[in-house]
């Protein structure tokens, strides 16, 4: 017995020291302000504090045939934000897309709101509040943005359920491009907070008080969720602005990764559609892709994160190589075909 309490005492003045409280303060003594701990607690604070005011409920009712086939109203909660003053709300398409009715909840009061637009791809729906509350913050998107490095400390305010606006805390755990078979159009955040039910839409931020996306996606089998970064909220919530919709850029090629002994995966050009951007423009069956629109081509996910930037219209180089021979070939992007476009679900 006294063995064990030697090493209980040896292991709890351990990890105090590595946890930078000293032992002394196991006692009682109270922890010096200017620890490490107190900055970051008043660093959650602070956070927090500004911006509570900002987020709010929503719902969206949707109309349902009930088993007797009268009508039956079913709920969709989830959490949003305000980015101006005029009373736009950022939140998922999962709670708001389609809904018959919507409305925010901000402080305990309710605000009706009408739906602007939805992007099914990304799982964003822009919504208007009719009516604002007189007093509220926004959540400013930068436009320069800076992707937090894995491992970063990362905070959110959320709204789960029916509690109020809520601080949380996590950590920026990688950059995927696709999870449980779903693939994303562009790279998303996987961050260890906010895969509460109600806690979509929510806004995340950096140690510095920074926006750096919002919540889109929940992994619940990996107790973490998946954020929409910052510059593809952007472009998504202009395109939404000027035409009620995102309009995707269509080139028209399948792609297949291509293994090689002792060699990364090859991204090569599987199937051209007939008449399509990539046919018109010379792109072949088996060119192997090294750059689309100047960014280099090492997987499957890069192909994807660069064409979701390019808009209808515009002239994108794309670098292949073909029978040992490097070229660039220019492709005239055309707006996403209706048929294409309309097999888009809304990410759950």
């Known amino acids: 017995m006294?063995?064990?309490w030697l090493f209980s005492t040896l292991y709890i003045s351990i990890s105090s020291i590595g946890?930078?409280?000293?032992?002394?303060?196991l006692a009682g003594e109270a922890i010096p302000k200017d620890t490490t701990l107190t900055a970051l607690e008043s660093r959650c604070i602070q956070i927090f504090n500004t911006n509570a005011s900002a987020i709010v409920r929503v719902r969206?009712?949707?109309?349902?045939?009930g088993e007797d086939g009268a009508p039956k109203i079913a709920l969709q909660i989830?959490?949003?934000f305000f980015i101006n003053q005029e009373g736009e709300v950022l939140t998922t398409a999962t709670v708001a897309a389609d809904a018959d009715r919507v409305w925010v909840e901000h402080q305990g009061a309710k605000y009706p709101a009408k739906c602007c637009g939805t992007d099914p791809e990304t799982n964003i729906t822009l919504l208007k509040v009719l009516e604002p509350p007189r007093h509220f913050t926004c959540i400013p998107i930068p436009l320069d943005s800076t992707e937090p490095p894995i491992g970063s400390m990362v905070f959110g305010v959320t709204c789960p359920l029916e509690c109020k606006p809520s601080p949380s805390q996590g950590w920026v755990l990688g950059y995927d491009g696709e999870y449980g078979g779903h693939l994303f159009p562009t790279y998303h955040l996987r961050v260890s907070l906010g895969n509460h039910p109600?806690?979509?839409?929510?806004?995340?931020f950096d140690a510095n008080g920074r926006f750096i996306g919002i919540i889109v996606y929940t992994a619940t089998a990996l107790n973490a969720s998946y954020l929409l970064p910052t510059q593809a909220l952007l472009h998504v919530r202009d395109g939404i602005r000027s035409q009620?919709?995102?309009?995707?850029?269509?080139?028209?090629?399948?792609?297949?990764?291509?293994e090689c002994i002792g060699e990364p995966p090859k991204i090569v050009i599987s199937e051209v559609g007939p008449g399509s951007p990539a046919a018109d423009a010379g792109?072949?069956?088996g060119d192997e892709l090294l750059r689309v629109n100047k960014r280099p081509i090492h997987e499957m996910t890069d192909v994807r994160q660069a064409a979701f930037f390019v808009h209808p219209g515009q002239f994108v180089p794309i670098e292949i190589r073909r029978n040992d021979s490097i070229q660039t070939l220019t492709?005239?992007?055309?707006?996403?075909?209706?048929?294409?476009?309309?097999?888009?679900a809304p990410t759950p």
Not at 198 to 204: I, L
């Open 19 to 25: 946890l930078g409280i000293l032992p002394s303060q």
């Open 60 to 65: 969206g009712a949707y109309s349902q045939p």
């Open 2 to 4: 006294r063995r064990y």
């Open 198 to 204: 109600g806690e979509g839409g929510s806004p995340v």
């Open 244 to 258: 009620g919709k995102v309009i995707h850029g269509y080139v028209g090629i399948v792609i297949s990764p291509v």
């Open 331 to 344: 492709v005239h992007v055309a707006p996403i075909p209706t048929s294409l476009y309309e097999n888009i």
């Open 78 to 80: 989830g959490s949003g």
């Open 283 to 285: 792109l072949r069956r």
